[in-house]
Nanobody, 127 residues
């Protein structure tokens, strides 16, 4: 089974940093683009970053560009999201998922029945 597990969330003050981790198993890690998504209370889920395993291409949503950095460690089957200069509007449950695609400027998660979503990790940013 394809499994993803996100971790690293917590409470941080505005301007602070956190690094989220996503561990993956059950598939050939290097074959798929893996992405990070978030869902704030009362809002729709938002794709915020994706890394293409083939060439390492990264894509970011405008809302996090310049503050968040996605990276991967193929040997460990891990994907990371370094989040800097966090703001209260970044408060959300963060998920990793695979495989992901980018349609226009929108980061899309896996379609039903193919791929997986990790369980979320809560990031709370206080002002």
């Amino acid at each position: 089974d394809v499994q993803l597990q996100a971790s690293g969330g917590g409470l941080v003050q505005a301007g602070g940093s956190l690094r989220l981790s996503c561990s993956a198993s059950g598939f050939t890690f290097s074959d798929y683009a893996i992405g990070w998504f978030r869902q704030a209370p009362g809002k729709e889920r938002e794709g915020i970053s994706v890394i293409s395993r083939g060439d390492g291409t990264t894509v970011y949503a405008d809302s996090v560009k310049g503050r968040f950095t996605i990276s991967s460690d193929d040997a460990k089957n891990m994907v990371y999201l370094q989040m800097n200069n966090l703001q209260p509007e970044d408060t959300a449950v963060y998920y990793c998922a695979a495989p992901c695609t980018v349609v226009g400027s929108t980061i899309m998660g896996p379609v039903a029945g193919f791929g997986a979503w990790g369980q979320g990790t809560l990031v709370t940013v206080s002002s």
